[in-house]
């Protein structure tokens, strides 16, 4: 498997309150992609990361923040969460070039009461 | 910005049976993947299908794809209950971004 590890697993948090989900790898891949899993809308991008301090945004990045200041970590902030934003949150990692597949980290079941 | 669409979104077989997951996306893209998830697990790669006519073979699952009709299919031969789970396919581009369909959720039934 790879080295992915997702934090907290599982989370309850208060509308409008901020929330930041970490991502650590140990495979020292360039590119980390956080994506929601959503029933009827399969994965959906959020934000990824192509190296150090440099992200940029995915199809439903209302919301969110990311930041990522070393190679092994990603996280993903939701500024002001709201109910909307309860979801599967899985982290993915790839190496550069043709033909590499995203692995993916376990998930992080977030729910916003 | 690609799109990915996934048919059908449930599929119930019964054992032994074949049957075909279709999944068209929007635009150019020689980089398609296929992904199994469990429930309440993470997503497993199956198969990478990097150019025209390629095809893999796993077991009972076999993907081909289709650059031209931007179409990939997921074939499932003699369908077994140890099968049963949701199948993403996904497209990337060259930015390395990966775009995922709705996904096919299989049920075999004995």
């Known amino acids: 498997d790879a ?12 509308t409008g309150t901020p929330v930041t989900l970490r991502c650590h790898q140990t495979e020292n891949h360039r590119y980390m992609y956080w994506y929601r899993q959503d ?3 399969g ?20 919301g969110y923040s990311v930041s990522r200041s ?13 109910s909307s934003q309860t979801s599967v949150y899985f982290c993915a990692i790839s190496e550069a070039g043709k033909g ?14 | 910005e690609l799109k990915v669409e996934q048919n059908p979104l449930f599929l119930s077989m019964q054992e032994g049976k074949n049957y075909t997951i279709y999944c068209n996306y929007s635009t150019t893209s020689d980089r398609l993947y296929w992904y199994r998830q469990d429930p ?22 076999m993907a081909s794809l289709d650059t031209k009709a931007r179409l990939s299919t997921l074939h499932i031969t003699a369908a077994v209950h140890d099968l049963s789970a949701t199948y993403f396919c996904a497209a990337s581009n060259t930015g390395n971004q990966f775009y995922f369909g709705t996904g096919t959720s299989l049920t075999v039934i004995p």
């Open chain 1, 70 to 82: 070393k190679t092994e970590d990603f996280l993903l902030t939701l500024e002001s969460a709201t």
């Open chain 2, 40 to 61: 309440g697990k993470s997503l497993e790669s199956l198969f990478v299908l990097l150019s025209n006519g390629a095809v893999k073979q796993e077991g009972r699952l």
């Open chain 1, 100 to 113: 590499t597949e995203a692995f993916f980290g376990q998930g992080t079941r977030l729910t916003v009461v």
């Open chain 1, 39 to 41: 029933p009827g809308h």
């Open chain 1, 3 to 14: 080295g992915i590890t997702q934090s907290p697993r599982h989370k309850v948090t208060e």
């Open chain 1, 43 to 62: 994965l959906r991008l959020i934000h990824y990361s192509y190296g150090v301090k440099d992200t940029d945004k995915g199809e439903v990045s209302d």
